[in-house]
């Protein structure tokens, strides 16, 4: 689970800052998390191939998370896309698919499969599952949770040699789940090998949002959470009233959360220097991090 810090402001572009959009790149697949104007130029300079996109969570309908829409989507075509490209997102998202695609003379190469979530649902894909919750913004908007499917339990060579297993493509079977059946024709079942399935890597993306209980409860014990940071401390009241939420706030949830790691986005464009909002947030949670456009973090697999 590989992510990449598409655009990390908010409200509006700066120079130092893109407004709002990551890619999550799980197996062969990328996901989008939002993808405010100008997304496509960013994913140019990144190592994310933009006609990869498999799926774009949308958090809301503000435009620094989505009037990236249809630049991207024309692209695609432009490029000759046939595969499907589904859009996810809060009531709403069928309509305005509908106004955006239907901008200009363009019509789209290829199905875009465009799909309202309701708060709390969950959508189960091969690699990853999806779970919405309702985030505290100023409109209706969905932080969006992924999680990779479990990984196979550890393997226990010294027990596959004991049970007369050669070492080999047998090995490789038996970790992807396959059943294996040795020459005098007894059949080892991967149960037997295998310890009890790890957990997956877990990633939340708050949307906008001022610290809330939905959005902690679904960022429970993740490997990382992309919360809302907009503001420093001081400006704390003024980002609530706006439906945001600051640097500072952000830590005191990851830590509350149990959160691993805490990556601080949508960083006002009032700040040329964000380097107080980490510091505050450090004090807090010290496992944090405030990532610039196109910086990239690898989710580390848990231990366990
Ligand atoms: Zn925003
Ligand atoms: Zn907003």
Same mark, same amino acid.
């Given at each position: 689970m590989h992510v990449v810090f598409v655009g990390t402001g908010g409200s509006w572009p700066s120079p130092e800052r893109n407004v709002t959009s990551v890619a999550v790149r799980i197996g062969p697949e990328v996901i989008l998390l939002d993808c405010g104007e100008g997304t496509q130029r960013q994913l140019m300079s990144s190592?994310?191939?933009?006609? %990869?996109?498999s799926r774009i969570f949308v958090s809301h309908f503000h435009g620094d998370h989505f009037l990236g829409l249809p630049g991207l989507i024309q692209s695609m075509a432009l490029n000759d896309r046939k595969e499907p490209l589904e859009i996810y997102g809060p009531a709403g998202i069928v309509e305005l698919m509908k106004s955006l695609l239907g901008l200009g003379y363009f019509k789209p190469t290829f199905e875009v499969c465009v799909e309202e979530l309701e708060p709390g649902e969950r959508v189960e894909f091969e690699r990853y599952s999806v779970t919405c919750a309702l985030a505290d913004h100023s409109v209706p908007c969905y932080a969006y949770g992924i999680e990779e499917s479990p990984r196979p339990g550890k393997f226990n060579k010294a027990r596959a040699m004991e049970l007369g297993i050669p070492e080999g493509p047998s090995f490789s079977r038996l970790q992807s789940g396959e059943s294996v059946t040795l020459p005098d024709g007894k059949v080892v079942e991967p149960s037997m090998v295998l310890g009890a399935p790890r957990k997956g890597r877990k990633l939340v993306f708050s949307g906008d949002? %001022? @610290? /809330?209980d939905s959005v902690s409860a679904l960022a429970s014990? /993740?490997?990382?959470l992309i919360h809302?940071?907009? &503001? &420093?401390a001081d400006n704390e009241d003024k980002a609530n009233t706006y439906g945001h939420a600051s640097a500072r706030q952000a830590a005191a949830l990851a830590m509350n959360a149990g959160v691993r790691m805490l990556a601080l986005v949508h960083?006002? @464009?009032?700040?040329?220097?964000?380097a107080p909002l980490l510091e505050e947030a450090k004090a807090i949670h010290p496992n944090c991090i405030l990532p610039k456009d196109l910086d990239e973090v690898e989710v580390p697999l848990s231990q366990d």
């Open positions: 190592s994310v191939s933009f006609m %990869k996109i949002t %001022k @610290p /809330c014990g /993740c490997d990382l809302d940071a907009t &503001a &420093a960083i006002s @464009p009032r700040y040329e220097d964000a």
